[in-house]
């Protein structure tokens, strides 16, 4: 079975930081890696996936994420964030790359402060 | 423009009502699903529909229905059996069951009073 854990439940951070959100994942066979954005009230909206080829995977709004096989771990990084930027992020995983088997993990709320 | 819609946006209820919400789409998708989010967790599966007249059960599908009888429409129904139903719930649809991407609609928070 698989599994996402999101380590941080709230990041907050200074606008023009750099910030990095972790996602960790658990499956027995080889994943497909996912992340989506939610605004308030909003519905979700991918940002980046990872399927194969390279583990660094450049999506949009300057985010990106790096697949690392040995740790399992999919985390999404920014060099330098906006007040814009504040929203939920999810990390999901998906044994077959199918959207029907996206398995996603509890969130991570991210506050830009001014 | 193409997407999803979900009607209404906000929804009250009263205990032992059913209550059906709306989920159409625009974008030729095959496939439709229904997911529930509440705070501090991620999203659930409800219900998944691959095809017309098609639909099977996701990971909390006890106390909710759904249809399928048009490609554009995913109706959700919450049933007073749903113990509690209090939460935002999400409409999403993709290309086909292979598709990796999915798309979502903008949410109705159900609250019941």
């Known amino acids: 079975a698989q599994s996402v854990t999101q380590l941080d439940s709230q990041v907050p951070v200074f606008e023009e930081a750099p910030v990095e959100l972790r996602c960790n994942y658990s499956?027995?066979?080889?994943?497909?890696l996912f992340w989506y954005v939610q605004y308030p009230n909003q519905g979700l909206q991918l940002l980046l996936k990872?399927?194969?080829?390279?583990?660094l995977v450049k999506g949009i709004n300057g985010f990106e994420a790096e697949f690392n096989k040995s740790q399992t771990s999919f985390h999404l990084r920014k060099p330098s964030v906006h007040i814009s930027d504040t929203a939920e992020y999810f990390c999901a995983v998906s044994e077959s790359g199918s959207a029907r088997q996206l398995t996603f993990g509890s969130g991570t709320q991210l506050t830009v402060l001014p | 423009d193409g997407g999803i819609t979900q009607s209404p946006k906000y929804l009250f209820r009263k205990e032992g009502q059913n209550v059906t919400l709306s989920c159409e789409q625009n974008?030729?998708?095959?496939?439709m699903y229904w997911y529930r989010q509440d705070p501090g967790q991620g999203l659930r599966l409800i219900y998944y529909?691959?095809?017309?007249?098609?639909?099977q059960k996701g990971d909390i599908a006890e106390g909710y229905s759904v249809s399928r009888e048009k490609k554009e429409s995913f109706p959700l129904t919450v049933t007073s059996a749903q113990k509690n139903p209090t939460a935002f719930y999400l409409c999403a649809s993709s290309r086909g069951p292979g598709a990796t991407e999915a798309f979502f609609g903008q949410g109705t928070r159900l609250t019941v009073v």
């Open positions: 499956s027995s066979v080889s994943v497909y």
């Open positions: 990872y399927l194969s080829g390279s583990t």
């Open positions: 529909s691959q095809i017309v007249n098609d639909f």
């Open positions: 974008l030729n998708h095959d496939a």
